[in-house]
Each structure stands twice: as C-alpha cells, then as structure tokens.
C-alpha cells in the first residue's frame, strides 16, 4: 500500500540555519505531496503542496519540490527561525482513495536561539 | 476559513467505560471525514473514514467495535471508544476537506482530543 518515510527527528539547529528534512514515499496511481505542520499544543496546518511532478511548493519561506524520477518531496529552508520549532509530517493522497491522507511519522525540528 | 471543530479537547475515563469525541466542521459541510491517532512519538495513524448516511471505512487492523463511528449529519462526525483500556489512551484528531474528493482543497484538522485511560 501507499506510505510516507521521514527523516527521523528530532532536528536541533541554531538560528538561520539551512533545514532538509527527508520524505520519500511509495505510491500507486499519481498522489499529490503535503507538507503539514503541528506547533506546540496546535492542530495541523497545511504548510505547502505540489499535485504534479516537478511542481514546487512553498510558503513561509519554506520549499519543497514533488521528484516523481526519486520519489521524494523534502522540504528546505534556507534560514530557520525560532518560530519554526514545530513537527512536520509529510504526507500523500490519492484521488482513487477518497481524498484521504497518508503521513509520515512526522519530525520535530527545535531550533535554538 | 473553514475550521473543524473537536470536543472534548481531553479527557480522562476509567477503564471499562466508553468515552466518545464529536467532530463538527463549521462553515462547511463534509460528507466524509477522517479520523487519525497520533501516537507518542508523533506518527499519524489514520483509523477511518467516516461517512454521511453510511458505514464508516475501516483501515486495516483498527478494530470496527471498539471504536464505533457515526456520521450524523453533514456537519457532525462522533468517534466513541468503547470499553476503554489503558492502551488506547491517545491523541485522536479529526479532520475534514471543504471540497469533497479534491485533493487541492486543504485538510483541515480538528485540534484534537487527548484520552486517558485509568
């Protein structure tokens, strides 16, 4: 079946950092690629999206780019903020299954001052 | 925008009883919705699919009578756990799509119920 694999966390940076954080999935049919992301005592947010290959999706600063040849959406930011200490889940959905999502195990990203 | 809206936001039962969760989307109406456990150390597990006006859709290996869902109208999804034990003390979330079937339409996700089970 379908699933996500993320870098395991958690992640410390320091301040304007760079970040990757990994994802890479298995999926039959052509699935659209999530960036969810969960901050202290919050629900989920959608962070960013790509439904193609070679699409490119973005928010905050944040970037990630669908690679349909690696199966692979990792998410990069050039400099990390306090702020962004969070967990983020990668995820995948397919219209053949109902518009639901399949996640990743999500990573914690704690980024220092 | 579109919010889901999750009650109780936690709760603490005693083994044995049953304890359910009401997911209610607000501005929307969502003929389907979703219900995930979230386990300790963060993985998202999606339970099932609730349906309006008919079963919900189990995932594999989530037991169907224990965690009994019902999806009563368009707007109001409840998840009852029944016969609680220690080991489904959890972080269940619900969430919903404003536009059914379309992946392009953000998820939006409920701010979840923590359950204890003593």
């Known amino acids: 079946g379908d699933s996500v694999t993320q870098m395991e966390g958690p992640v410390t940076l320091s301040e304007e950092a760079f970040l990757t954080i990994n994802c890479t999935y298995t999926?039959?049919?052509?699935?659209?690629l999530f960036w969810y992301v969960q901050y202290p005592g919050e629900g989920l947010q959608l962070l960013l999206k790509?439904?193609?290959?070679?699409d490119k999706g973005s928010n905050k600063g944040f970037e990630a780019t669908y690679r349909k040849e690696t199966t692979s959406f990792h998410l990069e930011k050039g400099s990390v903020q306090v702020s962004d200490s969070a967990v983020y889940f990668c995820?995948?959905?397919?219209?053949?299954?109902?518009?639901?999502?399949?996640f990743g195990q999500g990573t914690e990203l704690s980024v220092k001052p | 925008g579109a919010v889901v809206s999750q009650h109780p936001s936690w709760v603490i039962c005693k083994s044995g009883t049953s304890v359910k969760i009401e997911c209610r989307s607000l501005?929307?109406?969502?003929?389907?919705m979703f219900w995930y456990r979230q386990f300790p150390k963060q993985s998202l597990m999606l339970m099932a699919t609730?349906?309006?006006?008919?079963?919900?859709?189990?995932e594999q290996g989530v037991e169907k009578d224990k965690f009994l869902i019902n999806h009563a109208s368009l707007t109001l999804s409840t998840l009852t756990v029944t016969s609680a034990h220690p080991e489904d003390s959890s972080f269940y979330i619900c969430?919903?799509?404003?536009?059914?079937?379309?992946?392009?339409?953000?998820?939006?996700f409920g701010n979840g119920t923590r359950l204890t089970v003593t």
């Open positions: 969430s919903a799509r404003e536009v059914e079937g379309a992946l392009n339409s953000p998820l939006h």
């Open positions: 999926a039959t049919g052509y699935p659209s």
């Open positions: 790509a439904t193609k290959a070679d």
């Open positions: 995820a995948l959905g397919t219209l053949n299954q109902g518009g639901k999502l399949i």
């Open positions: 501005d929307f109406q969502a003929t389907t």
């Open positions: 609730s349906n309006e006006g008919s079963k919900a859709t189990y």
